[in-house]
């Protein structure tokens, strides 16, 4: 995934297999951010890993919510798996943009997570970013 020229790596993330970036500066205590994981993903399509994100989402983060999600090409002809959704973490509501991929039982996943109140702005941003993930 291509990252841009103004992200700030962020170092000693909680899990050591997740690549992130604070792509804004803090507002109100919290750094919007991208990150970027690979997970086994055995036997799942696009559609099978957004049905398994949607059905376990309340078990990662309180009032999980769906507004939206879709099947895209990205930049370099990748079909990826996005979701537009909202939950409850760390004390606060956020939302997030994911993007995701799938390859050889593998899953590559980037997500933008943003306080509401500047997610739009940030997602027309950003976006473009995370369509060049390519599922390795």
């Known amino acids: 995934m291509t990252i841009g020229h103004d992200w700030q790596e962020m170092s000693g993330t909680v899990v050591a297999e997740i690549e992130a970036w604070i792509v804004a500066p803090p507002s109100d205590g919290f750094a919007a951010n991208v990150n970027v994981l690979t997970q086994k993903a055995p036997g799942i399509d696009l ?3 957004r049905d398994l994100s949607i059905k376990n989402g309340d078990r990662v983060m309180q009032n999980f919510e769906l507004i939206d999600s879709g099947v895209v090409k990205g930049p370099s002809g990748s079909t990826l798996g996005w979701m537009d959704f909202t939950g409850r973490s760390g004390g606060r509501d956020l939302r997030f ?9 593998q899953a590559r996943l ?8 500047n997610f739009s ?5 950003i976006e473009p970013y995370l369509l060049t993930l390519i599922p390795t």
């Open 121 to 125: 702005e940030l997602r027309s941003r």
């Open 47 to 49: 559609q099978g890993y």
């Open 110 to 117: 980037a997500t933008l997570t943003a306080p509401p109140d």
């Open 97 to 105: 943009l994911a993007v995701y991929g799938l390859l050889n039982g």
